[in-house]
């Protein structure tokens, strides 16, 4: 960093002026194997899940065992290199690029870079910045390297991002208790079709899950694309903190790491989910997986959920059973 700075400053360029700043470890020529997705892996934040990312890039070069090699690179808006040496050590890896970019202007200076890579990875941090810095070209160039097969991954705002419909934080974060007694609360805002990837059609995510107590407000977020007229079938995965869901090319979702994760489904209109009166949504259906439990997406199950009702902005049972 302290030979980063002084580059800086030779060129008359203050550290603080410098808007995109690049971390590359490994080597910094392009590889370009045979790619075997797209595959997702969606972290809760917390603890970083070694296993799913090793994961991601397995299933991204189709092997656990082989000398292909993929380029990876991690886009965040703030922080620094902290997941170089993480990835880098993994098998597999060629190269990791973390490309720090804080504004949205110079967001094209990487748009090569990320449509280069294999593998797309976004940092926790802040989903509204996300969605504005890494929008129009670099989520582009992300969409152009899932479409050739590759794999796209994020923890906590990086999970967020990756949803059809997008609980994106600009208006600050909402607790369970204000969403579910008021569903148009002025935070619970939506990007939609930031990403919109086939298997996660339909899709809320939420992070972070039991340790913030977010089941209620996944079940806001999702009566809200209902009675807002987005779909007739909305579908929440949320992970814990240190808890990943690796989805396989087929769309089959495995629960990685040490925390559970959760599919919460509703099929149904809701009673009540009107601006300033608490929401009354019966018939959640809800699926709460292990570590090393599988969720097919593509063809998801009719059975093992339990059901959980909210009548008056207040839940029926413990839905984190």
Known sequence: MIALTAALLVFGISPAQAQVTRYLTGNGADVDPLLSGPVFDLGGGGADVASAFQALIDGTRGCTDCDATVDVV????????????????????????????????????????????????????????????????????????????????????GMAIQAHYAYDGCVGSVASAAALANPYDSSVTFTTDHFHWPVLSGVVTDTHFVARDRMGRLMVFLSRQLADGRTDLAIGLAADEASSLFIDRNGRATVMGTGDSYVVVADGPPEVCQPRKPLTHRGFKVWRLSPGDTFDLSDRPTEGFHSIDVVNGVLSADPYR
């Open 74 to 157: 991690v886009l965040r808006t703030s922080g620094a290199d902290g997941y170089n040496d993480f990835v880098a050590a993994m098998a597999g890896v060629d190269s990791v690029e973390t490309l720090v970019v804080t504004r949205a202007g110079d967001a094209s200076k990487v748009v090569d870079t990320v449509r280069d890579a294999e593998v797309v990875f976004f940092a926790g941090g802040d989903q509204c910045t996300y969605t504005t810095v890494f929008g129009g070209a670099v989520r582009d160039a992300v969409k152009s390297v899932v479409a050739r097969g590759g794999g796209v991954g994020g923890t906590s705002a």
